[in-house]
């Protein structure tokens, strides 16, 4: 009842929030999303600390194919879910400071693609995992197509044939495998774990192949990437958070829930090329961020090389990498969220995001400089933050792996450094430019999105193990299906 | 069949309503028309029954189907907005009359039982629809799509009776469970192989329907009569008689000739791929809205053929489910563009490019909505009905165990990424590009009818088992 | 005796359409049709469907033959001068896939009536005719079995009238 009312509750709201016109409606839809995001506290406090799925319920959706509708939370949804709960309000709370035409619309969209999100990653029935999975691109195209930049219109359709394409491939290997279970078929994701372990490998090839498509546009990964810098520059703020907050999370969620049970003698014998990919996403990314000129892409490209790392890590399947890249969803969540805010930020005073344009900004904003560091910082993953845990863990798993690999992948460290200081230094330090003078402090919204952030990201560096605990006996089970 | 003998009746009424000077009273009178008719097909549920010496079957499939073809007639109705109840050169009296003897056409061609039954009904269907494509006599383009649709129609029957015939010699039965015994008997005489008689009746009467139903490479006439007739008769073409001629090309498919699959299971296979591939690709290049909607119709041809050529036992099922999502998309769509085509009209013609719907959404935002709605069910989205329509048919061909199937699918799915590009176009002109478009005044009805159509379409799309399991 | 008759009228049908297809007159071209309908309905009377080569007499000579002479005189202006082009035809490319359809057809049809297996033709067939007319027998079945057929073609000829009421009324431009 609990999941259902988790994704029930963001579509009424968006329903609700559709009817307001005006001003009030941002608060109605802050005030659902901060419900929404008590919901997904009061799950974390009463999740039980074991492999089980819990929460769940099953309807019977078409009963003549033996789909249901099956929701549940286990330990690796569980992080997902709150990600997603948690982002929400903030994301609203950015656009506060914007006036967008219609914007009741827009925030309804971002309260559907909440539902949608959600409900992949509870989904336990694979065919309602691709039905959300599908159903979230409606709201993001429209949302990046309506408020976007300058380019939207043929970017953004880009992204949207680009992504169902791969997820195309994605359902023929879900009916596949659907055929597979016996007698009348059912979709449920244990009988297709059952189903799975009679395949020989060169079907397992396939099937990860086809999979493999589907995740690695949506996340994604090099050479699939090619949508993704401009769409991220394209859509509006709260789009690029919502994409790249927690989006990309699907993929990555994909491939924990489906490849790595699926197909491991797939897994065996082309996990090798994916880490390759992943790792060379990484350095490509990160060699091109530092090149860039414009804020939003080279965070978008950081994205691209985060998302890399934490590929990396699953496809090395020890315990340390599945960890690590699920406490890496999470603070890369709140991290890119509150890189993205303060970009929109600097760009709403200096109407620009060129770093040759900006500078000194710290003159007159102490306030944006703290959080800027701190959130840059985590980014980085400087120890104490959260993305140290998460970096070091994926590391390590990925060197148990490959020692020579992981050695490349930790170039991402000194790489990311080198971005990422760049960035703050020739935007917020220096002399002030022409745009940047008179440079405002943050407004009180502002600051109530970024104070938050900042603090989980420290928050979560000291103490992780609230949600390490949390996942380490789904993983642990994952892990032994895979045996 | 009590539906048949009502419909006509009230045809004939609808005539002589016409001498009434108020026209007001034809619409509301034709949709009362056709509810009832649309109650006495319900009468007939579960209740299988041959009529007047096994000329007719009224049986669940075939409750299905009519009420699918009555459902559409009453929305193409709706949305007719009395043809212009002021302008004197309409004679709304006559297109209603002419609709209700169509769909009779219609309803015989899915309750056939016998061949003759089967040609009459189509011949039925076919004169009302070139006379109602003829039926704008001061335009050009109405008049040359008339014609073409006269000829090619006309020689698509004769070659459907030629069939008719040939299969008659080789069976000497017209009924079509006395054609499947005669096949039988015909195979043990020859012990066998099937004589040519058989065969080139099977092909011809397969080329007559499929004809109809415009698959390639029989759809050259589809894009122009489609683009030439009124968008109200247009609407009523691709649905009625796109659902009427596949239920009639299953049922025979079915019923007479499933021995004989691999005669016309290969043929089928080629013209479904060509379908498919001429449908979509050609589509993407089309700048007229009305057009587009033509080419697409062609390609929704070839995905429910693809069902009929699986043979599985849900293909009922799923044959019924993907007309429904269809005819209730492609009916919104031609609603939402009849009335910007109007209001955008220049020179007294209307605007059908989809630059006519440009900034569609800023003032009309309920037609923006249906018409995004519509667009996304035509093109397989999930969320609509049809992606549900899509995915029972690709299931279907997945199930059958044949490795052609996964060919067809394979192109099926690539032509499916096709076709949201062109779908998409009307999407992006109308939330998205700059423009003017007046805010255009509805009737309630016409916005009670957009707003059934696309609940209905979201409905089904998340829930496909409340008509599934009556289908 | 009779293939020699058959023979006579196969040969008439078939130069008279010709002459429909090719004839520059359209005149020449109606009067022959009536020539090819005449003997399409002597072919049926040696094939023993008397009732059908009445009723090809009556409908299409007597009916359809007749209008269309009508609708050709009414309306040929250009009277007994010959139309040095015929622009029906058309360019040469179309001319050679038309080829090649009819020829595809022909070659459908011949093979087929080729290798048919055809059963049940009465060797006493010429003899039968004199004392057998299909007519009553045709007439019975279009009562009972075939009822339902007859009575719909209503339905058809009703939606054809009202069709060409409409489309040859007055329109006003």
Redesign the interface.
């Known amino acids: 009842m609990l999941t259902l009312s988790l994704i029930l509750l963001p579509i009424i709201a968006g329903l609700i929030t559709l009817a307001i016109k005006g001003e009030t409606a941002k608060t109605v839809a802050l005030v659902f999303a901060f419900a929404e995001l008590a919901l997904g506290a009061y799950l974390y406090k009463s999740f039980v600390p074991d492999a089980t799925s819990q929460f769940g319920l099953s309807y019977d959706w078409i009963h003549s194919a033996g789909i249901k509708f099956s929701v549940g939370v286990d330990g690796i949804s569980l992080i997902l879910v709150f990600l997603t709960t948690l982002m929400v309000p903030f994301i609203i709370l950015s656009t506060f400071g914007n006036n967008y035409k219609n914007a009741s619309n827009l925030y309804a969209l971002i309260l559907f693609m909440q539902a949608a999100l959600v409900g992949v990653f509870t989904a336990k029935d694979v065919f309602l995992f691709y039905f959300f999975f599908e159903a979230a691109l409606i709201p993001i195209y429209f949302i990046a197509a309506i408020w976007g930049g300058e380019n939207r219109i043929k970017v953004t359709f880009k992204f949207f044939v680009y992504t169902i394409f791969g997820s195309l491939f994605m359902l023929l290997a879900l009916v596949y495998l659907y055929l597979l279970t016996p007698g009348t078929h059912s979709a449920d994701i244990n009988a297709i774990y059952e189903a799975a372990k009679a395949l020989d490998l060169s079907t397992q090839s396939y099937l990860f192949g086809a999979f493999f498509i589907a995740f690695a546009i949506k996340m994604p990964l090099f050479p699939f990437h090619t949508w993704q810098p401009d769409t991220y520059v394209e859509a509006p703020t709260a789009g690029t958070m919502l994409l790249s907050g927690i989006m990309l999370k699907m993929g990555v969620y994909g491939l924990i829930r489906f490849i790595l049970p699926i197909v491991p003698l797939g897994v065996d014998q082309w996990g090798f090329v994916a880490i390759i990919l992943s790792v060379i996403g990484i350095i490509y990314g990160s060699v091109i961020a530092i090149q860039q000129k414009d804020m939003k892409r080279l965070i978008a490209y950081s994205s691209f090389a985060h998302v890399g790392l934490m590929s990396a890590g699953i496809f090395s399947r020890n315990l340390e990498g599945i960890q690590g890249s699920l406490i890496q969803m999470l603070a890369h969540g709140i991290n890119v969220v509150g890189l993205f805010f303060i970009v929109e930020i600097i760009e709403r005073r200096a109407k620009s995001r060129e770093l040759s344009l900006l500078g000194g900004i710290t003159q007159t904003t102490p306030n944006l400089t703290v959080y800027f560091i701190i959130l840059m910082l985590g980014s980085v993953a400087l120890p104490l933050t959260n993305g140290f845990v998460g970096e070091f863990l994926l590391l390590k798993g990925v060197y148990e792996y490959n020692a020579w690999i992981g050695a490349v992948a930790g170039l991402t460290i000194i790489l990311g450094a080198v971005y990422m200081l760049r960035m703050v230094q020739k935007s917020m330090f220096g002399i002030t430019s022409k745009i940047t003078e008179g440079f405002t402090d943050l407004t009180f919204n502002e600051k109530a999105v970024l104070f938050p952030l900042s603090f989980l990201v420290i928050a979560l560096g000291i103490a992780p193990n609230i949600f390490l605990k949390l996942t380490e006996p789904a993983v642990s089970q994952l892990l032994s299906i895979i045996k | 069949m009590n539906a048949i003998i009502a419909l006509s009746l009230f045809g004939i009424s609808n005539l002589f309503l016409g001498f009434l000077n108020n026209r007001k009273i034809l619409l509301p009178a034709t949709l009362v028309f056709i509810l009832i008719a649309l109650g006495l097909n319900f009468a007939d549920w579960n209740h299988e029954y041959y009529w007047f010496n096994n000329m007719l079957k009224t049986n669940n499939l075939s409750v299905n189907f009519v009420t699918i073809i009555l459902l559409s007639t009453f929305l193409v109705v709706a949305i007719s907005r009395s043809f212009g109840d002021d302008d004197e050169h309409s004679h709304p009296a006559e297109y209603y009359a002419i609709l209700l003897f169509s769909a009779v056409g219609a309803i015989m061609m899915v309750t056939f039982e016998n061949l003759i039954m089967l040609f009459v009904g189509l011949e039925i269907l076919s004169v009302s629809m070139y006379v109602l494509t003829g039926s704008d006599k001061r335009s050009l383009r109405s008049n040359e799509a008339a014609l073409k649709y006269f000829l090619m129609g006309s020689f698509a029957t004769g070659i459907l009776l030629f069939g008719v015939a040939l299969v008659y010699g080789a069976t000497s039965s017209f009924d079509i469970h006395g054609i499947a015994q005669g096949v039988a008997k015909a195979k043990e005489q020859m012990g066998g192989a099937y004589g040519p008689l058989l065969y080139s009746g099977v092909i011809l009467i397969m080329v007559g329907l499929l004809f109809k139903i415009s698959a390639a490479p029989f759809h050259f006439w589809t894009p122009d009569v489609y683009d030439g007739a009124p968008s109200i008769f247009t609407a009523f073409m691709s649905t009625v008689v796109k659902t009427a001629g596949v239920a009639a090309t299953y049922r025979i498919l079915s019923i007479s000739f499933p021995s004989v699959y691999g005669l016309w299971g290969n043929p089928l296979v080629y013209i479904v791929c060509a379908t498919l591939i001429i449908g979509n690709i050609t589509a993407v290049y089309q700048q007229s809205f009305k057009r587009m909607l033509a080419y697409s119709s062609i390609s929704h041809a070839g995905y429910l053929l693809i069902t009929v050529l699986a043979k599985r036992p849900e293909t009922n099922s799923s044959l019924l489910f993907y007309s429904l999502a269809y005819a209730i998309a492609t009916i919104t769509a031609f609603a939402v563009l009849m009335v910007v085509s109007e209001a955008q009209a220049k020179n007294g013609k209307a605007d059908e490019s989809f630059e006519a719907l440009n900034g569609l959404a800023n003032n009309n935002p309920l037609l923006a909505f249906s018409l995004t709605i519509s667009m996304l069910s035509l093109a397989g989205i999930p969320l609509t009905a049809g992606f549900f329509g899509k995915f029972f048919v690709f299931s279907d061909a997945f199930s059958n165990p044949s490795s052609l199937f996964k060919w067809i699918l394979v192109i099926a799915i690539l032509m499916s990424t096709v076709g949201i590009y062109y779908y998409f176009k009307p999407i992006i002109a109308a939330y998205m590009k700059k423009g003017e478009v007046a805010k255009i005044e509805l009737s309630p009805l016409y916005k009670f009818i957009l707003i059934l159509t696309t609940t209905l379409t979201i409905l089904l799309g998340l829930a496909p088992d409340l008509v599934k399991n009556i289908f | 005796m009779i293939p020699f008759v058959f023979i006579a009228f196969i040969v008439l049908t078939v130069i008279s359409a010709c002459v429909v297809l090719w004839s520059n007159n359209v005149l020449y071209a109606a009067f022959s049709l009536l020539l090819t309908f005449f003997g399409i309905a002597a072919l049926y009377v040696l094939v023993g469907a008397d009732f059908i080569a009445i009723t090809q007499l009556l409908v299409y000579v007597g009916g359809i033959l007749v209008l269309l002479l009508f609708g050709v005189m009414l309306t040929n202006q250009n009277g007994n001068k010959e139309n040095g082009k015929n622009d029906i035809i058309g360019t040469n490319t179309n001319r050679l896939i038309g080829f090649a359809v009819a020829f595809g057809l022909f070659a459908?049809?011949f093979?087929?009536f080729a290798?048919?297996?055809?059963v049940?033709i009465q060797s006493n067939l010429f003899e039968s005719i004199e004392t057998f007319s299909t007519t009553q027998n045709i007439g019975v079945l279009l009562m009972?079995?075939?009822?339902?057929?007859f009575e719909?073609?209503g339905?058809?000829l009703?939606?054809?009238l009202?069709?060409a009421a409409?489309?040859s009324s007055k329109?006003?431009?």
């Open positions: 459908l049809l093979f087929t290798k048919a297996n055809f049940n009972t079995d075939f009822v339902l057929p719909v073609s339905v058809l009703m939606a054809t009202i069709g409409y489309l329109t006003k431009v």
